[in-house]
């Protein structure tokens, strides 16, 4: 059984410019979450998708957008790149359910100049 | 009210000794009480969680205690060793598959 992957594992834009973020699920797993951790913070959640739909939203503007696939991959898409996006993009896949677990993978760092 | 606060902001701990991390919430809807373990660069690991119908939930060297009237929740770590040191994250959520609200984090250090 696999775990959740992520890449790239780091990448450096420069303002205004367009990131795209991958991640794909752990094994089983129909649901993946996606949070954004600044340094020195906790994660803080941007959204979730399930069965390749949008099923919750933080409070992040709609520049922050996503995709799901088929095979329950996902994407998060960043437009406009703020310095203030730098930070820790952790992705997180579960089965969607009452009481499963979300298991983390090891993130991508993005760093905005 | 949907914010969850930790305490203390970093820890230092004799290696053998107990490790106590707190935590509390606000939002009575909250169901699902995780820790989650970070170390530099890498994903958070879920460590041990806790549901509200329980006090205390033990796995190992690690307890959460809960107070449903104080509403808050701490994270005991016993006999801390060296490898223990890492970044901990307390959080909550409705439920273990919807939005974590997470704590600041504790970052813990464990001396030999």
Redesign the interface.
Known sequence: ETG?TQSPTHLIKTRGQQVTLRCSSQSGHN?V?W?QQAL??????IF?YYREEEN?R?NFPPRFSGLQFPNYSSELNVNALELDDSALY?CAS??????????????TRLTVL | QQQVKQSPQSLIVQKGGISIINCAYENTAFDYFPWYQQFPGKGPALLIAIRPDVSEKKEGRFTISFNKSAKQFSLHIMDSQPGDSATYFCAASPDSNYQLIWGAGTKLIIKP
């Open positions: 959740v649901t979450s949070y020195g913070q906790g994660p803080q959640f979730q919750g933080g952790l579960s089965r969607q359910g009452r009481g499963d677990t979300q298991y983390f993978g090891p993130g």
